[in-house]
């Protein structure tokens, strides 16, 4: 005896059959289309002169791997490109590479400290997986996940860049993400810390 089933529920079957042919169709469309381009913005190059005079700044402090905090004066001393970050952030994650490979080329002359501090609520962890995740080495895991850095900048968005002389004061800022690739990088920060 064939079962038979009410209008409501014949409703919400041919309802479910649509749905799924819908999301068959722009799933297809989806496949034909050509791939969007991402969303953010392109990265630029460091700037080739300081835009304003050096500036100090307050007392910024991040956590390292271990969980000990950490004082930006800790490397005082040396020039520093921070690099503020989030894994969530598209932009950050694009240039994470590059700014890795920068890390790299410094670490023989060790007179430019390449530090990015994520801004993630998940911590160290969250940042040791990324970087598993994304053959990321090279780059200490620092992290500020109650956002202090970004507040005492006054910056409300992610990447930001700031590269520090040797006293310690703010030489040059950029909003979005940097080029790190070319070959001039190193020498342009070495020319921002000193003025040129």
Known sequence: MPQILSKTVGRRALLADGGTLLAAWLGCNSILAPPARAEGPEPVDLPQHRATAPRALPDLTFLDEAGATRHLADWHGRIVVLN?????????????????????????????????????????????????????????????????????????????????DQAGREVARVVGPVRWDPTSTPDRVRGLAAGR
């Open 84 to 164: 503020l970050w989030a894994t969530w952030c598209q932009p950050c994650v694009a240039e994470m590479p590059a700014l890795a490979a920068l890390a790299r080329q410094m670490a023989p002359e060790g007179d430019i400290a390449v530090l990015p501090v994520s801004i993630d609520h998940g911590g160290t962890e969250l940042v040791r997986r990324f970087y598993r995740t994304h053959a990321i080495a090279d780059l200490p895991v620092l992290c500020d996940p109650h956002m202090q850095i970004p507040t005492a900048l006054r910056e409300d968005g992610v990447p930001v860049t700031l590269v520090i």
